[in-house]
Structures are given as structure tokens and as C-alpha cells.
């Protein structure tokens, strides 16, 4: 057996220390000098040896990895390393692979490295999935479709809401969620796509459909997400957004884009109501179903594009963990063909 | 049997006609001359004597009458006065009730009075039900309540919108619902009284509950039912109402009040989780469901006000139609004893 | 009033009667010589002046008329006439539009002409409501999709269906459903069209899907309706189809089609997954739920089309009944937004 | 480090051990020696040096701690000390806190004191959580509420219920639940005052409610938990309870003292209903929902003081467990939130 | 036309009158002079003639047919006639059948018979369904099941209940259930043989079922009716009845009996948890479960019983009424297929 | 403490290993050497001493024991081993019982015998639970039913499908399902003598039923499970069973008999409809709810057997667990009781 040792290269010229090796990709006996954040913080325990402590590690590949810190007899100086670290830290920690009970461990013995970096020290990238196409591209069709409304001031606001820098700056790297699906870098974005490229076949299929409005309430159905979830290390809830969630919070931002370009008070009824109905059913957190033609296309986009995303997804991770025929997709509680 | 003669009475000083005799208090025989509103507008027929339609009307009792015009045979002359005839409209008719299949009947012949009044020509009071308490002194109790809030950003936020002079106004007067439960002027302020000694209580029974953020969330609750519900001469829901609904149109008002003020983010998340929430379940239409225990105290003690009035306004109406022990509760879908 | 006399006139070349005017073009006063089918029948009374009966008539227009025939004395022949129509007979009658209570109703005295016609003597055109598209178009749009796939047994699978002259003749004319959405002349093929449409979408948002079996269960997905709805002078569901399904019917159909041309198990169980998991729930009538990401986009596809097309439809026909901005639509319990 | 010792101290005068420390404050590197109960049995292993068994110990604290016991080589004489002690035994035991996977574990090596106690040896106090309000007071408060009745026969009644002093005994100390709400000495009496609380303010809100009926049903509506629940070492539900529940043991009682008291049947039947409605739904275990408004006030009353009470609870052991803003809420399936 | 002249016969020697024809026997033209009970009253009425009133009369046939006085202008005196007539009442009443809107009526002019029997006039037997099998050969059986228990205190409790004669002349006539299902004299007695067959059968596939607690289960599963449901004239549920149930009211019943003959608690607890848990699941009414393998047996018996008598009655008096395949089955919400 | 050894016995004559002792009764400290299957498999770990891995092992008893592997360093070696190895092998393993955590634990040290069996090595006996009946025995009862089937088609239908020999062999040996009811050798066939059985009473209690369709019925409402389950050394769900499940199967292979033998539509509708029906709702995978009382009648006998037999035995196996009065039952969701 060769050991691999896995070095993180201080990039001077940047002043970053970048990620060596994805979690998914560790092997027993790999040597590790990487960057982690820290998803949970399991306590510190004493031992024969003196006092030991565990963290739950991961990165951008979305793999969880134990580690194990055997510390030594001074008890102080353990627990302020350990309370140094926060959860969602990021954290440069030197160690090496073993397996326990079929799972792998990273563990490392006193005086190695385990060390909290600072913002500036690494790159957001390394710690939230990447984006699966280029999001400049995206942002440009993203504005091709606003550019494309005629209605003047839903093209208006629609121009307010997409052309702020800070707003596109934050769209283009935002995710479409914490988990579930389109949980990358731009995910939001190219899932705000998705949903209009359903948009524009349903007007081949109904031209009657009120194109403006239709497209209005794709582009802004999640503007609230921008506000719900929110990106450090990793994707989080924000408490506002577990306590009102990304419906609410995006209506009272859309209420009041239309009330500063004076949308006509029918046009923004509807627009409101795709965002508060775009959930289909109560059950799934919309307070009102989808009442007129355009509300039921943007919530079938919405679940068709969120859906088959997570599907695939999860195809895609469990055949590599299982050579079955199925896995067992809880949240689902069904059973998900794999081949 | 005595016929008695029921007549509107124009009081020539105030300009108005007066409602003489509630749509619940007439009976078989009488004359009528009185005004009502129109709820349905049923269509003209030919008959062998020419041209005649039929409306429902109604009045502050909740009761309908249908009402049947026998015109003459001049058909464009029917037509006019039944087109001049909108849902809402207030209109004054001369007829005599008649029982038809067991129930009555309000019917007329040409050339009897039927005459659409102008706003200022009645008193909205006879087509709403009225107030059950006082109005004024139930806002005096309203405001005590703002009063005693303590935090110092709620207090001025509560102060703000409850001595503004013209929510003050609607408020007083509105409605809590259409039809369910407090549909009757100052039923929202009523309503929103008994929430408040729900609330009083549970800190009673609770010492640690958090008065402020409660009593604010209490007071403020209803708040998306001043656009929610409109009061012509009778109670309808708007049309931002019905799509949007008073969650959201009161978390717009909120969030917007709250950030005038500049409360405190975590005050201000509370407060639009309890608007929020306050439903209790995704199936009663709240997106979120109640997730802390001020927000528990309001969902329930919403529940308590709303039910135990509808409950109680159901077996009161039921009774003045059987003696029977029990009457079914259609939307409860469950037959309720009456004694 | 100026009445508008209708004649059904009878085509001497073709030996066929031809519709006049549609069920919802009919106008109080208008005379009437026209031919409709019978929806139901509602038996046969005495009066005064002898004995009369009750139809409820229908056409292509989908709107019913209630029809009252007042016969003569003789009990045996009024009988007899009305024991000679069944429901979905063609009928000729005369008469002349009245309305009682709102409603318009066609009315005849004795000897007013009550005519069963044959098949033959009139189109069925006009009594299923006409395709929205050209059917043959259509059709080829259909077999361009079938020639794109690649995949061999699955090709020679799908040619062997579509090509079939029986089945495309029938195929071509089928409508989607009884009353909900599609339910037109080529409605199953305009619906499958649409159906495909998504798919193609989604294979452009996913390249990784697998366009063969995705294509092959949505030109397949709603076969079973071949055998569910029959088309006599209006849209019913066959005792089958009423018994089984039609996606056990396209079950047995397609199982036995994939045995014809040997198709590998592993794409014959996807395929007939697909048809058996399309309406995503059990409690949709679904056995199984999707399990892979080809079934996922059928279901949310055939969703899509279906519900859109029912929005719009219903849309449609309320505007037509009402000026309010909402109606109920009984099945969704829920308001729809007009306009 | 400190390590503190724990001294159970025998109190001679009174015969009883008494418990020192709550398993909620011990901690790593304590030395033990206390009483606690048994709540699971975990079998006995053999290791290198012998035999060892382990035990899941608790106290009023409702926190538990794992307990392994090291015996030596003579299996025979572990097995006959592991078999003297039943799930509920109340147990002295002496060892040492130790650390494992991040939860304490208390371990002792033979010949440490494990030694089973008799009834009489220890208080009950130390092993249901204590009482939050004084029960005498309360039971005072429980009496006035009673007195206060009017309707003679019901007063009656009532007075043989909870003037019996065996019952008065019994449910001043009987707790609500078993885990969820009130689960304390006296927390069934504090809860049914909560009720009353909320009975009284519903009158002040409504006052043509039956105050009598209402009153009784709040008294009775949970006595049937005095089978229901049996309080040994720890609160555990009985056989009869889990098989029949407390609505139908309280409706089997209440029934029975209706008769012994002569009360009308109108009013027995009315009593029974809000035992048997009061958990407001069948799928809480009600088979009639509440069909008058006084059982209305009852069922809402008593979810009003189970819930909060219940969330209340949640967010102060959470706030010992975690700094996070929310915790999971298992049974509730959503995040609560703790600041 | 021959119009059938059917006269209500007075037997003198009986001092009754009989029930002569069943309304699902009536026909258009028949002159009718029979007894028939009260199921609605309609109200008084004005017409040219004078007053007139109208009831819904039926049968033991379980058929209604509508009835119109058409009294004289003396309207104190038909209000008089209307008032001495009670829902339940039987009344003796001569008319003639006509039919008004495909619905067969009857009507009569004054002076025609209107009169209210007094009880022993009439035969119950004519106003609720016969039975279909011997109701002494029945009982028979199930004394014969009673007599197989071999536990000494069940066969006590047993005997005690169904030789008391009292209410074995109750249980021998009772009917199974308002409308659903075994809704005839003796229902109640072969729905509870029927369940005892199926527990028979039970016994025989799974012979480590516990034969005496599942038989007296069985027996006594639905005791509970004889105090729900009230047979007058018709099948009434009684004001008890809807308020606590048959489940309820058995279990207070049984649980006396129990207590009576020294019933273990350990078979008492299982007997009363049948009864709890004989409908399955709370949402059709058991506050608990079965939950153990008897009472498992009880619930399906129970089901199999009911359903298929439910849906055989609802095939064979559909077929009356229509010729079609299918019938829709509101309560159930699906068709049931009718040949 | 005596150490019973037990052997693999190699019966020469036969050339297979037969099951010395099922893995139920395994006690602490036996040796072992016998056969197993493998359920899972759980990976290989590096330890102090070398490597070693784990598997899961069970046998007819449907218990399972862990079973630990402690190679030596040779790391090549023992991979290999471990890849030998699959799911579903029959292996023959030597090793000793210790107990781990209260839990048995079988392991063994290098160079102990792990041997992947060939078919024919082993009896598949030894890995299914057993019959509970003779299977020959009971298939001649199924035979009988078949013979007493009076309506001709049905008749040779019947008789073609299990006097085929194949077919025949197969089903005296299917099992009822993977692991809920009837999971053993013939379990299959016994569950549908129970049904038989539930049916014949019926059609005792309700003798309109039309036996011959019911009878049908019930004998083939599971055939789809041939094809839906698999028997290797256990039982499995195959592919296209969890893809289309039995209901499809069992259709697609009936409607094609039915077609064989020119079985007149409206029975082949019949039956068929009992075959999608006999789940009864849609919620548990039927897409037909049973729509004529056979189908009524084979939904209840399917559910009574198949939930008595599930919840019998887990009553017994959960006495071999624990002494407690009750035992939760995690797909019920509710507490079984024991005693």
C-alpha cells in the first residue's frame, strides 16, 4: 500500500491556502494537510492518554468526515483549542486516514496542525458546490428574458431588481437550496432558468398566456432566497428565513419594488400572488393555491425543475455508494431506481 | 290575519331612508316598503303578463329574501330598471311577502317603487350587523393595551399605527370576517380584545412569556384584514384579499412599519412569525407553524375567539329555524346540539 | 324582439342533418329546427293538458338545455316517443327558447317534430367539441417524434403502435379526457404532443436523461384512454375503463406490445413503470410513485399540460357566465381569477 | 481538576436515603454515591476481566445516564445482582463519571455498593420532577372553583369527587403526563386550574355560556388520567390506560357518579360529551369533536395550557443543550425556536 | 289507465290499522288511503284556495314521497291540522299520487283524512324494515355462541346480559344502524352473528387466537346501539347517542357488567379495548387501535359485515332506479358497479 | 459455563452442508460452525492486528447476528476474501458467540473456515421459514376450490393456470410477502386458502354474492407475486415487482388468460377489477377502490388474513425479546400487546 500525502499549498502570491483533496476523494492511510469547515463539534473527552476531542468535517463535496484530535494531558490547553472553533469554521488540520466500523476517520495526534483561518485565508469556492454552468453566461439570458418583457413597468422594476450590482452579484453565486436541489454556486440562478424555459414551451403550447406577468413571476418567484438561505462556509438557514420564510420575505420585497415604479394594482395582485402560490399547495407552504393559468405554470415549472434536479442528484451520489438497484430516498419514502 | 304595513320612513333632515323591519322580522301577509341591498342579481323572464326578474336581497339580519319584479310588456323598460340594479347597490322596493315552497318571497308589480339609492341616501349600519359592545370603548381598551408594552421600539411601532386617525377609524368598524365569525362592525377590534385576554391569562398562568412581543403580535394579528375585507353595504373580500390573503398583506405592513421604526431584527422576525404563523397549520394557511411559545399563545387564542363566536352565533341563528336538538354544521361537516 | 328562426337543414347530397347553432349561441325567443344528443332523460308526467316528458340536451359546445315536450291526451303515444330516445341519441326536434328561473329552455307542443336520426344521418363533429389543432399536423409531429428515437426494439416497439392505420385513425380523433381538460376531437393527441414538448425542455436543462425511454413513455403514457373513453355522440368512460384504468389497460397493452418485439426486461420495466407511475401518486390513482428522473418529467409534463389546459378551458367558459373577477371551480375548491 | 465527591447520606431518624445530586449536574470526574431509578435493562457481557452489565439510570431530573457496572470472573454471582433489579427498582449505586462519545457514563468497578432500595427507604420527591406551585394552595383554588358551581345536582357531585379524600390525595400529586406537559407532582391539578383560567376569561368574553357545564367539564375532563398514569418510581402509563385511555376510564367514572347523584340526563350528557370531545379531533383520540360551544371552550382551553406549557419546557432543557437559535422538534416535526 | 284504489283497512279486532301499500310500490294515478310516518315537516303556505301544507312521508320501504294538503281558506284551522302533526308521528292519510318534475307526489284537497294515529293503532313493523332472517332462530344462535365460552366469569357476564329478557326483546329487534348498513328489525342481532362467523372462520385459519375473549368481544362489540339508536316509528339516533357514541356508551355498560361478575382486569382490560377499537382507526371513530391480534379479527369482522351488506343493499335498490352500469355512491365518493 | 460445540455436518451422500442450529437459538459462548446467508455486507477495517471485516448473517429463523472476520496484515488476502462474498451468498463460517452490547456477536479469527456455498451445496429450506402446513396438502384444497367453480370459461381458466405443473410447483412454495405476513414457504398458498375461507362465510352470510366471480378471484389476487417477489436463499423483491408491483403483473397475466380462453368481457372486467382493487384504497397501491360487493368482500378477506397472521406473529417473536406487557410497533406506529 502507498501512502499519498496530501499537502495544502500555501498559495503566497494570494495569501489563500487552497483545498488539496475533496472529502469524497480520501482513501484509508492517506496522509492529510487540508482545509475543512466544521459542520458539527462533538465535545471533548478524556482518555487514557489525556484529553481528545471530535469534529464533523466536510467541504464543497458535500461528504461528512469524523475527526479525531488525541490531545495530551493539559486539559486547559485541549479545551481552548477545541472552544477556538466555531461550527462553520474553516479550519486547516493535518491527520491521517484510518477506517472504523467501515467508516472513514481523519485522526491526528498532539502537536498536529488544527488550525481556524480567517476570511481571506481560503476561497468560498472550495466550500460550496461549484457552479454547474458558468453564471455569467447564465446572468446574460437571465436579462435577455427581463429585456424580453414588454409590459413597461413590470420591465421596469424587473430592470431595478436585476440590474442592481449588488443584487447580481449576489444572484449569480446564490444557491437554489440548502440541500435539496441546485445547491451549488448559481444554483438559484440556473434554476430560475429552468423554470422559464418551461415558461416559454407552456406559451407555445397556450399562447394565451399573459407572457409578461408569466415571466415577471419566474424571474422574482425566489427573490426571497436571497434572504432565507445564506452562504458562508456552507448553506445555512437564516433565522429570519426559518421564521417567515422565503415567500414572505419576497413579497414584501416585491410588494414594495411595485409600489416604487407604481405597478398597477391588478398586475401586482397577480405578481404577488405567484410568489405566495408558487408552492402549489398549502401543505407545501403556499397560503394560497395557484388561482389563474400563469400562478399553475410557474408552480409545475417550479416542482418539474426542482424535482427531476434532485432525482438525478440523487442517482448520481448513491451509485457511489451502492452497486444495488435501488436506494431508499427517505425524505421521499420511496425506493429510487439507480440503473 | 292582520296585514301591517311596513314603511320607509325618508327623514328629510339627515336626507336618508331608514330601515324599518329587518329581513328576519317579516312575515307572510306584509306590505313592505324598505330598503335592502342586493346580493344576486337572478335574471329577466318573459311571463304571460310580460317581463319580469328576480333578486336576493338582504340586509344587516344576514337573512335573504328573494325578490320578484312582475314588469309589464314593455321589455326594454324592465330591462333598463333591472340593468340599472348592481350587486351591492342599495335599493329601496315596495312589495308584499308571500310564502313560496315554505319560504318567503318578496314580490312586486309595476309600477311599484324600485329605486336604487346613492350613497348618503342610508346608513351603512343597516347593512352590516351592528357592533356587539361599544366601539369607542372597546378601542379605549385597544389602546390600554398598546399602552403597556414596554419596549420601547414596539411601543412607538404599536403607537403608530394604532393612533393614526384614519386606521383608527377603520379599525373600529371593521369587520372580522365575511361571514364566519365576528362578521359585524368592530368585530376585528373584538376579536382582537379576546386575544388579548387570552394572552393576559396564559402570563398568568406563564409567568416567563415574553409580554411585549406577544401583546404586539396579538394586536397586530388581524392587521392584512383591513385590505383583506372590504365593507360596502355588505362584507366581501378584495380582490388582493383572496390572492394574496391578510398574512401576507399584513406581514407587507408590518415589515415596512417595522423598519420605519428601525426594531430590532430579532424583534422584528418574532413579530412577523407570530402574523406568520398565526394560522397554526399549513392546512389552515399559514406557511410557517407556530415556533415559539409567545406564537404558540396567539394561534391558540385566535382559535378560542373565533370558534367559540362562530360556534355560539350558529346555535343563536339555529334556533330560529328548529326545535330540533341538533343542527348540521356544514363546513364542521358535524351536527351541533342546540340545547 | 325580432325572432331569429333556426332550421336544421338537411344536406340532400350527404343524406346528413347539420348542426345550426351551438346550445350556447341559443337566445330566449329564438325558433328552433336543430340537432343535439341526449344527455339525459327525466321521465314522463301528466298535466292538464295531457302528458308530457323532460330531456336534458346537449352538442359539441358542451352546454346543456333542458327540453319539455307538452304532448297531446294520449298517454300511449307520448310514452312511446319517449321510450324511443336513449341517452346519447341524436335527435332532431323543433321548439322555441324560453327561460324559466334564468335558464333558457326549449320547449315544443304537439305535433312539434321529436326525430331519433341514425347514425349516418348527421356528423359526429358535431357533437364532441372540434380539435384545436389539425389532427393530421399533429399526427406527424407524433411520428417525427417516434423516428427520433434510437434506440432499435423501442423504435420498431413505437412504429408498430403508431403506424398501425386502426390504431392511428383512432388515435387521431381521441379526446384527452371526458370533461376536465383535452376533451376534444385529437384532445389525446394534442395532450401527448404537449406532453413531449416538457420532455424535450427538460432534456435540454438535463442532458443526462435518457431521451429514448423518456420519449417512448410519453408517446405511450396515455394509450390506456384508447380503451377508457369511447366516443359516441358525446365522451363517456367505457365499463373497462371504469373497472380497471387506463393505466392498467396501457399496461397490458404495452407489456404484451414489448413481448412482440422482445424487448430487453430492463427497458420494458422502465416503460411500463413510466405508464403505471404518471399521475405521481397513489392517491392520484398512481401504484407505484416515479422512481427515476425519466418518470418524473412524464408526471410533472403530463401534469403541466393537463392542468393548464384545464385552467385555461375553465377560464374561458366562466367568462362567459359572469362579469365577477372570480368563480369557483367545485372540483379544485378554490377560486379561480378571471380577469 | 476537582473531583467532587457525592455523598449519599443515609438520614437515620427517618429511615430513608436521600438523593444528593440530580443526573442533570453531574459531571466528568465526579465521584458518585446516590440514589437514582432504573429505567432499562441492558444485559449482561463478558470481557477480559469478567462479567459486566449495564443499566440506563434516571431521576426527577428527567435526564438519564448510562451506568456500567465491572464485575469480576464469578458470572453466577453478576448475573444474581443483575437480575435483583427491575426497570423501576430504585437503586443506591457508587462509582464515577467518566466521558464516552461525548455523554457521561457512570462506571463502578466490583465490590462497589449496588444495592436495590425497599419502599420506604426513599422519597418519591426525588424522582418525579417536584411540584412548580404549591399543590395545597392549588387544591384550595381547585375547591373555591368547585364551591363556585350553582346547579345543585352537578355541585354534588362534584363535591363527592373531590372532597373524597383518597382522589384529593391522589390527584393533588398526580402529574399531566408522562413526558410532554406537566409531567411534575401536581401537574394534572395545575393544568386542569390552567384550564379553569381559560373557562373563566371565555366567560368574561362570552357570557351567555352554560358557566356550570363548562366548569364541571374542566374539573373532569382529565380524571380518568388517575388510571391512566401510575407514578412508582417514575410516571409510567398502565396497561388499562394504554388499552382504553383516559377519556373512556374518566367517561366510565363520570358516568357512574352522574347516576349515584341522580343528575338529568340532558346534563350527564352534556358532561360526558366534554370528556370525550375534549381532545378536539378523532385523530387526538376524540371520537366526537366538540358539538356545543362549551365543550369548544374545554378542548381549546386545555390545548392552549398543554402546549405552551409543553413549549415552554422544550425551549428551557434545549437552552441546556445547545447555543444554536433553533432546536428540532421531533414529535412536532419543526424547529423551535430558543432566543 | 286503471287507477288502483288502495284502502287502509281497519282491523277492528286488532284495534290497528295495516299498512297497505309501500311507497316504492306507489304509482302515478293511484288513489291511496294508507298510513305512512312523518320524516319532514315543510311548513304552511298561502295560496288562491287558501292554505296549504307540506310533508315528507315514508315507510319501512325506506322511500319518501313528498305530500301536499291543499287545505281551504280557513287558515287557523289548517295551521291547526299542520301543528297536531310531529316529526315520527304515523298518520292514516288519503290523496292521490301524481307526479311533479319526474317525482311522484301526493296530494290531497281538504276534507280528505289527515289524522295522527296514537300508538297500538299501528303495527311498528310496517314503519321500519322486517327482518330478513327469524329473529328467535337468530338469537338461538347467539345464545349458543354465549354457551361455547369456557371462561367462567365471561360465560357469567354473558348470560347475565343477553338472558336478561328485557333486553334480549331489545337486542332481537334492534337494528344495526340508522341508514348504512343491516337498517331492519334484527339488524343489529345478525350483523353481530355475522361478525361471530367470520370470528369462527378466524379461529379456524389462526387456532392460537384466544377463542373466549375474541367471541365475547364480538357479542358484545356493539351493545352499545341499544342506547345510540331509538327505533319510534324509524330509526332515530338517540341525543346520548350522538353526544358519547356506541363505543362510549358500551364501554360504560361493559364495564359495570365486568365489575358486577369479578371480571380479572386483565380480561376486562382486553374486552373493553374491542369495543374501543372496533372501528380501527380514530378518524372512523376508536380512540385507540387494535392491539392485539383479537381485537385485529373484531375490527375486520366487524368491516367485512357492514361494507358488504352496505354496498349489496345499495346495488339492489339502485337497480330500482336507473338501468345504467354504475350508480355513484356519494358518501363513498366512487361508482358501484350494478350488474 | 459448558461451551456446546456445533458442527457443520457435510451429508456425502448428498453432497450438501446442512443447518445445524438456527441463528434464534445461538446462546454466549457457543462455537459454531454452520451455514448462513449474507445480508449485508459492511466493509473491511484495518486493526491493530491486521484487517478484518463484517457481515450480517441470518438464516430461516429471520434473525440476524453480526459476524466479525479478524484477519491478519496480509491486507491483499483478506480484501479478497471479503470480495468473494455477496449479498444473498450462502457462506459456511466458523466462529464463537460472544455478546457485544447486550447484542450477540459471531467472530473468528484467521485462519477460521469463511466458504462461499454453491447452489446445490445447501438446502434452500434452511433459509426460508418454513412452512407452516404441508404445501401439497393445501394445494389440493386450492384445487378443490378451483373445481368447484361452476361458470365453464372461468372454470377451464382457472384450471389452465394451476394444473400447469410449472406454475404449480412454484406456487405450493411462494411465500406471501418479503417480510410482513405469510413470509414463508407456502405462504403464499396459505394466504389464499385464508381468503378462501373469509369468503366462503361470506358468501353464507350474503348468499346473492355470485360465488363463482368471487372465488376467481380471490384465487388469483396475488399471482402477481410469482413474478413480484424472488426466493434465493431469502426472499426479495424482484425488479420489475417494485417497478410495476403485483397488482400490474397479476393484471397484465390474467387479462392474457382471460383472452385465452375467450372469457366474456364483463367477467374478464370483473375480474380483473378485483385484482387492482384488492388493496382497497388507493393509499395503499390500489388505483381502483373495490366498486361491487366480490371485490368488497375479497379486499376484507385479504386484510384480515394478511393483518391477523402479521400482528400474531409479531406478538411471538417479541415475547422472545422482552417481558414487557407491550411492544411498539414501528410501520403501525401503535403498542401490540404481549399478554
Redesign the interface.
Known amino acids: ?1 502507498i501512502f499519498r500525502r496530501v499537502i495544502a499549498v500555501f498559495l503566497l502570491a494570494m495569501g489563500k491556502f487552497v483545498k488539496n483533496r475533496k472529502v469524497s476523494e480520501l482513501r ?1 492511510g492517506d496522509g492529510v494537510d487540508d482545509i475543512f469547515f466544521v459542520k458539527f463539534k ?5 482518555y487514557v492518554g489525556g484529553f481528545s476531542f ?1 469534529l464533523t468535517l466536510s467541504d464543497a463535496s458535500g461528504k461528512n468526515i469524523d475527526y479525531k484530535y488525541w490531545g495530551g494531558k493539559d ?1 486547559i490547553k485541549v479545551k481552548a483549542l477545541y472552544d477556538s472553533i466555531y461550527p462553520d469554521s474553516i479550519v486547516r488540520v493535518q491527520g491521517k486516514i ?6 472513514f476517520q481523519l485522526s491526528a495526534n498532539e502537536p498536529a496542525v488544527v488550525e481556524v483561518l480567517r476570511e481571506g485565508q481560503y476561497d468560498d469556492a472550495d466550500f460550496v458546490k461549484p457552479a454547474k454552468r458558468d453564471v455569467d453566461t447564465m446572468y446574460v439570458e437571465l436579462l435577455r428574458a427581463v429585456a424580453s418583457v414588454k409590459h413597461p413597468k413590470l420591465k421596469v422594476l424587473l430592470e431595478g431588481v436585476f440590474n442592481d450590482k449588488e443584487l447580481a452579484a449576489k444572484f449569480k453565486k446564490h444557491p437554489g437550496a440548502i440541500t435539496i436541489h441546485h445547491n451549488w454556486t448559481g444554483g438559484l440562478l440556473q434554476h430560475t432558468l ?1 423554470v422559464l ?2 415558461c ?3 406559451l ?3 399562447p ?2 399573459d407572457r409578461d406577468v408569466m415571466y415577471a413571476g419566474a424571474l422574482l418567484h425566489d427573490i426571497g432566497k436571497l434572504d432565507e438561505l445564506a452562504v458562508t462556509s456552507r448553506i445555512k438557514g437564516t ?2 428565513g ?4 422565503h ?2 420575505l419576497g ?2 420585497f416585491v ?2 419594488k411595485c409600489d416604487e415604479v407604481g405597478l398597477e ?2 398586475v401586482k ?2 405578481l ?2 405567484i410568489l ?1 402560490s408558487h408552492h402549489g399547495k ?12 400563469e400562478a ?2 410557474v408552480y ?2 417550479d ?3 426542482a ?3 434532485e ?2 442528484d440523487f ?1 448520481e451520489d448513491s451509485k457511489l455508494e451502492t452497486e444495488d ?2 436506494m431508499y430516498h427517505k425524505r ?1 419514502a ?4 439507480l440503473k
Open positions: 500500500m484509508e462533538k465535545g471533548v473527552s478524556s471530535e486539559e484510518s477506517s472504523y466500523k467501515g467508516r429552468e424555459s418551461y416559454a414551451t407552456s407555445e403550447n397556450f394565451t398566456l433565522k429570519k426559518q421564521l417567515t420564510g415567500l414572505v413579497s414584501v410588494s414594495n394594482e391588478t395582485d397577480k404577488l400572488h405566495v398549502p401543505e407545501f407552504g403556499s397560503p394560497k393555491e395557484p388561482m389563474f393559468p399553475v405554470v409545475y415549472a416542482e418539474l425543475s424535482k427531476v434536479a432525482v438525478l442517482v438497484d435501488f421521499y420511496k425506493n429510487i431506481l
